[in-house]
């Protein structure tokens, strides 16, 4: 873990759960939009980490805050992408008030030869608020 620089935290820390951290944001070629960052799924039997390319995060704070914004509730499953498809989430209202996030973590074009998927569950709401707001921080951690 990295623990001087940027970081979130998503899922519980515990020995059997899968808990994902997203550390080192860089932009690899100065001012250009390309926003690069880890992704690491650590567990009891799985580690798993990737960097995952986006143009300035993909909106990846906004589609988490739309699902806080939304905290009633909505019909089927909501969908992101990073650019390059090495991240995406899925996102399920379910009855009780909570948003089950499925997170897939995709090997890079051309081979995706392998793809490892968690799922985190959230509280609707201020939960969800809170995990958009790490995430913005963090996406925008870069930025001077």
């Known amino acids: 873990m990295i623990e001087d620089g940027p970081a979130v935290r998503v899922g519980d820390s515990g020995p059997r759960p899968v808990h994902l951290l997203f550390s080192e944001p860089t932009r690899p070629f100065g ?5 690069d960052f880890l992704v690491n ?4 039997w799985v580690s798993i980490e990737t960097l995952v390319r986006t143009w300035n995060g993909d909106g990846l704070d906004t589609f988490l805050s739309s ?17 390059e498809r090495d991240l995406t989430i899925s996102a399920e209202h379910r009855p009780g008030g909570y948003v089950h996030l499925t997170w897939g973590i995709h090997d890079r074009p051309p081979s995706e030869e392998w793809h490892f998927e968690t799922t985190t569950v959230h509280a609707a709401g201020e939960e969800m608020r809170n995990l958009a707001a790490e ?8 930025v001077e």
């Open 31 to 35: 001012d250009d939009p390309t926003l």
């Open 41 to 44: 799924a650590r567990g009891q």
């Open 67 to 83: 699902l806080a914004e939304d905290f009633r509730g909505w019909e089927g499953t909501r969908a992101w992408r990073s650019l």
């Open 135 to 142: 995430l913005h921080r963090f996406l925008t951690s870069t």
